[in-house]
């Protein structure tokens, strides 16, 4: 049962993220089995599939904050080094992806003690050596693209979940990521609160940026995908356009789930 | 008003037959008690020898012609504790007033046990505090002018009393100056111990450990004898001052639990946080100083300034190295035969002082932490 590989070369898109044969383990527990998957630049990539099935982990591995055991992992070139390489250093190569790379997570982790413009200047300034001013120039328009221009100078306690998780985004765009990261990005979020953060992903998305996406939001996954992955048990089981993995799904487990979420 | 005050009298001190005993046994022995001490210390006690050995009490031997030193330091801790009150609470009405009358209770105490001219200064030194408090608070001055401004008030402290020579530093001016230092030094090395022991590197986890965790299992008395014998050996052909040498171990003793208050801090820290900052590829560094620390300190506050209280109750070991703290300077009065029946006064004097000085570092560790706890989440 091996992954069916679409490869990104049908589209001729430069390829960003190349995963050959992954395995990741958490002690005992094989959550990743030799998981293959190529990401094209400018593609968005939906990753679909049960809770447990190992689906936030494979992208969590993309950055680096996962370590896997086994297989190739490159990101922007750069390749990602493994658990064993991790032991005896490779922080360096590993801070060089993560600047290339953006994530936005469930929990939004917007740093607490910080306004919001300072949660979006602070990498850039610290990480990338830009000057204060200019970096918080920089936020401010950031801020002014997901909508939150007026909600400035505010503690992420003082903002609704919805909104910190656009002041999130904007924080990782800051770092002028290649690749953006959305580990269930609206999971956590009241539903009247879900829209405002699809349309700013729905924006990126049409400006081109390259994402990998973890939800449980089909629609949205049908509308913005160029190719859906579903994982099951820590394997692809599937990969496809949205039509062919939600209209012509070949497997039988990827029919059961998507009947189950699809219901509702 | 009456039956208000009926009706809590019941409540509270008669509601059940077991409360009325307790009651009827307790309220007697308390005011028998109240009125022996008021009349002893109202009528029987002579407290002209608090008066007359202020100084000594005070500053120790520091010599009497340098005295405008220890005036100095009287009035930038004053200010130095207004700023620090200022930052969390606000100078209310009800406040201000009852900090108006200790302003004018001070300097006529002083004024009455002393002279006329210690008692401006007393007074002025107080109400420098309250301008500082009013000051910080109203100007919203940043925390960061604010601390700077605290540590230089430290040091110009220590610039400005050196001059006599270290030897002669005594009484609650060296308990104070001494507990302020320790408290400053412990902070940054109890912060290193507490990554430390949080470390990767194994070399480095192993020391902190083992470090934290045997000053935490002697008594402070023995780092601070130990500590005094062992820097003559260390370094025979410099005469390290007493002082120096005690604070030194009171630093070394105290930051292995400045390490531990720390560590709950840094456990306090969510994971995600560490995850976002790593996602946006900061360095060890930038994640400790700007993400984790400053979430992790805001939780240890109160306790670090309720460890100032160990500190300064703690200062009373220091004579066992031949200094005279507030407490020593007390029994030094004593000694002198012309006091020898003055025993209870100073005592009293000594307890209302250390009582005072602890009650004001818990009220200010209270607000803190309410402060805190509002300001954050």
Same mark, same amino acid.
């Given at each position: 049962?091996?992954?069916?590989?679409?490869?990104?070369?049908?589209?001729?898109?430069?390829?960003?993220?190349?995963?050959?044969?992954?395995?990741?383990?958490?002690?005992?527990?094989?959550?990743?089995?030799?998981?293959?998957?190529?990401?094209?630049?400018?593609?968005?990539?939906?990753?679909?599939?049960?809770?447990?099935?190992?689906?936030?982990?494979?992208?969590?591995?993309?950055?680096?904050?996962?370590?896997?055991?086994?297989?190739?992992?490159?990101?922007?070139?750069?390749?990602?080094?493994?658990?064993?390489?991790?032991?005896?250093?490779?922080?360096?190569?590993?801070?060089?992806?993560?600047?290339?790379?953006? #994530?936005?997570?469930?929990?939004?982790?917007? !740093?607490?003690?910080?306004? %919001?413009?300072?949660? *979006?200047? /602070?990498?850039?300034? =610290?990480?990338?050596?830009?000057?204060?001013?200019?970096?918080?120039?920089?936020?401010?328009?950031?801020?002014?693209?997901?909508?939150?221009?007026?909600?400035?100078?505010?503690?992420?306690?003082?903002?609704?979940?919805?909104?910190?998780?656009?002041?999130?985004?904007?924080?990782?765009?800051?770092?002028?990521?290649?690749?953006?990261?959305?580990?269930?990005?609206?999971?956590?979020?009241?539903?009247?609160?879900?829209?405002?953060?699809?349309?700013?992903?729905?924006?990126?998305?049409?400006?081109?940026?390259?994402? #990998?996406?973890?939800?449980?939001?089909?629609? !949205?996954?049908?509308?913005? %995908?160029?190719?859906? *992955?579903? /994982?099951?048990?820590? =394997?692809?089981?599937?990969?496809?356009?949205?039509?062919?993995?939600?209209?012509?799904?070949?497997?039988?487990?990827?029919?059961?789930?998507?009947?189950?979420?699809?219901?509702? | 008003?009456?039956?208000?005050?009926?009706?809590?009298?019941?409540?509270?001190?008669?509601?059940?037959?077991?409360?009325?005993?307790?009651?009827?046994?307790?309220?007697?022995?308390?005011?028998?008690?109240?009125?022996?001490?008021?009349?002893?210390?109202?009528?029987?006690?002579?407290?002209?020898?608090?008066?007359?050995?202020?100084?000594?009490?005070?500053?120790?031997?520091?010599?009497?012609?340098?005295?405008?030193?220890?005036?100095?330091?009287?009035?930038?801790?004053?200010?130095?504790?207004?700023?620090?009150?200022?930052?969390?609470?606000?100078?209310?009405?009800?406040?201000?007033?009852?900090?108006?009358?200790?302003?004018?209770?001070?300097?006529?105490?002083?004024?009455?046990?002393?002279?006329?001219?210690?008692?401006?200064?007393?007074?002025?030194?107080?109400?420098?505090?309250?301008?500082?408090?009013?000051?910080?608070?109203?100007?919203?001055?940043?925390?960061?002018?604010?601390?700077?401004?605290?540590?230089?008030?430290?040091?110009?402290?220590?610039?400005?009393?050196?001059?006599?020579?270290?030897?002669?530093?005594?009484?609650?001016?060296?308990?104070?100056?001494?507990?302020?230092?320790?408290?400053?030094?412990?902070?940054?090395?109890?912060?290193?111990?507490?990554?430390?022991?949080?470390?990767?590197?194994?070399?480095?986890?192993?020391?902190?450990?083992?470090?934290?965790?045997?000053?935490?299992?002697?008594?402070?008395?023995?780092?601070?004898?130990?500590?005094?014998?062992?820097?003559?050996?260390?370094?025979?052909?410099?005469?390290?001052?007493?002082?120096?040498?005690?604070?030194?171990?009171?630093?070394?003793?105290?930051?292995?639990?400045?390490?531990?208050?720390?560590?709950?801090?840094?456990?306090?820290?969510?994971?995600?946080?560490?995850?976002?900052?790593?996602?946006?590829?900061?360095?060890?560094?930038?994640?400790?100083?700007?993400?984790?620390?400053?979430?992790?300190?805001?939780?240890?506050?109160?306790?670090?300034?309720?460890?100032?209280?160990?500190?300064?109750?703690?200062?009373?070991?220091?004579?066992?190295?031949?200094?005279?703290?507030?407490?020593?300077?007390?029994?030094?009065?004593?000694?002198?035969?012309?006091?020898?029946?003055?025993?209870?006064?100073?005592?009293?004097?000594?307890?209302?002082?250390?009582?005072?000085?602890?009650?004001?570092?818990?009220?200010?560790?209270?607000?803190?932490?309410?402060?805190?706890?509002?300001?954050?989440?």
């Amino acid at each position: 049962m091996n992954a069916i590989q679409i490869p990104a070369a049908a589209t001729s898109r430069e390829i960003i993220v190349s995963i050959i044969s992954l395995n990741k383990s958490f002690g005992a527990f094989h959550v990743l089995k030799d998981v293959d998957l190529d990401v094209g630049r400018g593609e968005v990539v939906v990753i679909i599939g049960a809770s447990g099935s190992g689906k936030s982990t494979l992208i969590r591995c993309v950055n680096g904050l996962e370590m896997y055991q086994s297989g190739r992992l490159t990101v922007d070139g750069f390749s990602m080094p493994t658990e064993a390489d991790r032991a005896i250093g490779g922080e360096r190569e590993l801070a060089r992806i993560r600047k290339g790379v953006g #994530m936005v997570f469930q929990q939004f982790n917007l !740093f607490p003690h910080m306004s %919001a413009i300072d949660n *979006v200047a /602070i990498a850039p300034i =610290r990480v990338r050596g830009r000057k204060p001013d200019e970096a918080r120039a920089n936020a401010l328009r950031l801020l002014d693209r997901v909508g939150l221009r007026d909600h400035a100078h505010k503690l992420p306690s003082q903002l609704s979940g919805g909104q910190q998780q656009r002041v999130a985004i904007a924080r990782s765009l800051a770092m002028e990521p290649h690749i953006m990261l959305f580990d269930e990005p609206t999971s956590a979020l009241d539903p009247e609160m879900v829209g405002e953060v699809l349309d700013v992903m729905r924006e990126l998305a049409r400006e081109g940026m390259t994402m #990998m996406i973890v939800t449980h939001e089909m629609g !949205f996954a049908r509308e913005v %995908a160029d190719r859906v *992955v579903y /994982i099951d048990h820590g =394997r692809i089981l599937e990969t496809g356009t949205p039509a062919e993995i939600f209209d012509r799904p070949t497997h039988e487990r990827t029919r059961t789930f998507l009947s189950r979420v699809l219901r509702h | 008003m009456t039956t208000l005050a009926l009706r809590w009298v019941h409540r509270n001190l008669f509601a059940k037959p077991f409360d009325a005993a307790l009651s009827l046994v307790i309220i007697p022995m308390l005011a028998w008690a109240v009125y022996a001490f008021a009349h002893w210390a109202l009528v029987e006690a002579h407290w002209q020898v608090v008066g007359g050995s202020f100084k000594v009490l005070m500053t120790g031997i520091y010599p009497a012609d340098q005295l405008w030193r220890a005036w100095f330091s009287v009035a930038t801790l004053c200010a130095m504790f207004g700023a620090g009150l200022g930052l969390s609470v606000r100078p209310g009405r009800a406040a201000s007033t009852v900090v108006a009358l200790g302003v004018a209770l001070t300097g006529v105490m002083v004024a009455v046990a002393i002279d006329v001219h210690s008692g401006m200064l007393a007074a002025g030194s107080a109400a420098l505090g309250v301008a500082a408090w009013c000051g910080v608070h109203h100007l919203a001055a940043d925390q960061r002018i604010v601390l700077s401004g605290l540590l230089a008030g430290v040091v110009a402290i220590f610039v400005v009393l050196s001059p006599p020579g270290f030897e002669v530093w005594g009484g609650l001016l060296l308990s104070v100056v001494l507990t302020i230092a320790v408290s400053i030094l412990t902070l940054p090395f109890g912060i290193l111990l507490a990554l430390g022991r949080q470390s990767r590197i194994t070399s480095l986890r192993v020391i902190s450990t083992a470090y934290i965790e045997t000053m935490r299992s002697v008594p402070l008395i023995l780092v601070v004898y130990w500590i005094w014998i062992i820097v003559p050996l260390l370094a025979p052909d410099t005469s390290v001052p007493g002082l120096l040498r005690g604070m030194a171990g009171f630093a070394l003793f105290f930051a292995a639990y400045v390490a531990e208050y720390v560590r709950s801090g840094l456990q306090a820290v969510p994971k995600g946080q560490i995850e976002a900052a790593r996602s946006l590829a900061m360095s060890s560094w930038t994640l400790n100083v700007d993400i984790v620390l400053p979430q992790a300190l805001r939780v240890v506050v109160p306790s670090l300034v309720g460890q100032i209280l160990d500190i300064f109750n703690g200062a009373t070991l220091v004579f066992i190295i031949g200094l005279t703290d507030f407490l020593r300077a007390g029994q030094m009065i004593l000694a002198d035969p012309q006091n020898s029946g003055r025993t209870y006064e100073i005592y009293v004097f000594l307890f209302a002082v250390y009582l005072a000085i602890g009650g004001a570092i818990t009220y200010a560790s209270r607000r803190l932490e309410a402060h805190l706890a509002r300001g954050s989440r």
